[in-house]
């Protein structure tokens, strides 16, 4: 199959789910325990903002740590976590928003070994703590797939700055088209915000800079002297007033964002200014907005109407402040789940804030929040979810981790836990449902999986017997159209 099934577009194949969406009250209490706990003492880091597991490697996790630079792998080893390093980038800036911010393995990344790494580092020529230079490199590891392979990487982009906040940095395969989606920040002060005069219009809604952006690139191939091809259908190809790259405008942070793994729908947390939070849903050529709009208003000192159809608005915002279950000040993007099919949690957003550490459950309908759940950890009476909350993280079996930053090494990765999220069994039997008639889903057997091509979300083909639950990549033979299909076994 290769790498034709990352060029296809979901449609043509639909899917039983093989359960019924449930209205039933949400519970509210959950726990967040230590995912590396060794007896009574848990694996730590410092500054944890990234987290994955490692393509093809059962309980082998990588995890960035911001400032140090170091991309960890923590894995299970003779009953024990242990920490390996990945790669140690030197280079990384110290300054608070900067550092080793994104992490993404190649679709193909079981073959070819290759991942791609964001980092921020101090700039040529200007003051340590007033610019840097943003990194996407290309790099490989060694046989193992956990220790980098020690040779050059392969620049993708550098993205110069002029302050240092406002990165962005979280760097994803989109699971359909195997495009490398970028996810940047504005730039920061002073032009970014909206108290500047010099850039009035603020970098986020400027087509000639890639600042305030999401991009969709392809690193399989070049377009001229890029080290980077551009996707054909990028939203802005023909049009000469925008830079190819460009994916979607109007973004201020978007510090953390994820794809859905089973529909491809891109979720981003989008870190607000001086009033609001925001979460998106991020499509090709959107305008989200910044800075004319912050959240759902516009900006006091800008000429903007909210019902101004160029601009999408968010799928939800909140107001800052302290008071825990209504707001914060910084939100992190977190994660459709998708873990257990028939948990009451399937298919909702799970997302936090940084400032206050709380973590919501979100039901989404027609695009806007129908249902908001504060999520307190057990014991009760405990009100901050997650102290320091960072960035969330999803395995290949769909369960949810929420990391917290801690300044030295008191940071931990706690895994999302109660009887309705943590997928730990396989039920039986298999049930993957392609739509063959064009009319109905029609469920298939076991015994069909024959028939499909199925690839988990790395690229690999794996095949009926082998399959764990999960959601798998699939494409009958000769069929141009992939889909996306959760399996239960
Ligand atoms: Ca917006």
Redesign the pocket.
Known sequence: MGSRIWNSRLAGMCVMLGFSTSMAVIPNTISFVNAFMNGTTGVTFARPVFFAQVPGKDSTYVILEQQRGNAIIARRNNGSWIKDTLLKQTVVSNQNEMGFLGLAFHPNFLTNRKYYVFYSKTGTGCDATNCGLNVIEERQTDSTLIKDAGVAPRLILNIPKSASNHNGGDIHFGPVDGYLYIGLGDGGNPQGDPTSTALPLGRAQKTDTILGKFLRIDVNGTTGSKPYAIPSDNPFVSNAAYLPEIYAI???NPWRWNFDPLNANLWAG?VGNNTRE?I?TVTKGAN???RN???FACQPSVTCTVTDPK?T??IAAYPHGTTPDTVGNAVVGGFVYRGKPASIYYGLYFYGDNGTGQVWVVRVINGRIAERITLHPTPAGTTVAKTGLSAFGQDLKGNLYALGSGTSNTGTVDILSSPDLVSTGLPTPASISPHRTGKAFAPISVGDLSNLDLHNLQGRKVQGGALRNGVYVTQRPGEKNAALVPVLK
């Open positions: 109007g973004v201020r989008e925001e998106d989200l907005g910044w709009m912050e959240g601009y608005l968010p």
